[in-house]
């Protein structure tokens, strides 16, 4: 049985009409585990929005592994909790971002993607799959 090794590569560069970065990428190498946020530009601070669920999102694999709606559900539970101790200071929009959460299952990587984007993997024998996912909710293993 092989094992499976991680090889993260990432890369954010700033919009042309942005005067900050809207994504954001966590990495638990512990719990094998990425979090990615693409934060929505018509929306006001969702850099912030985009930490605040990456952050949540991994809390919430610390404390167990969930079926995509459960997980989903406690993500945006805990974003929820962060903007209430808030006071106001940043709205509800902020938290409007792709989010996609990876983690390592037995032989295989669990993608949870809440938005859109593009899964690509290659396993240890060089072959290539890729999955790309348009405002879907897609439990998928890899």
């Known amino acids: 049985m092989k094992d499976i090794h991680w090889n993260l590569d990432s890369f954010m560069e ?51 592994r969930l079926e995509c709606y459960d997980l989903g559900r406690q ?9 209430e101790s808030m006071d106001g200071h940043l709205s509800q929009s902020s ?3 792709t989010l996609l959460i990876g983690y390592v299952v037995g032989q295989s990587i669990r993608v949870f993607i809440y938005g859109d984007g593009m899964v690509a993997a290659r396993d240890l024998d060089g072959n290539i799959d890729i ?12």
């Open 131 to 142: 999955r790309v996912f348009i405002l879907q909710v897609m439990p998928r293993d890899i």
């Open 75 to 83: 993500v945006v539970n805990r974003a929820w909790q962060v903007l």
């Open 14 to 64: 700033i919009g042309s009409r942005h005067l900050v970065c809207e994504d954001y990428v966590l990495v638990d190498q512990v719990k094998q585990a990425v979090i990615i946020c693409d934060g929505c530009s018509s929306s006001p601070h969702t850099d912030l929005g985009a930490r605040i669920l990456a952050h949540c999102a991994r809390r919430v694999l610390l404390d167990n």
């Open 95 to 97: 938290l409007d971002a």
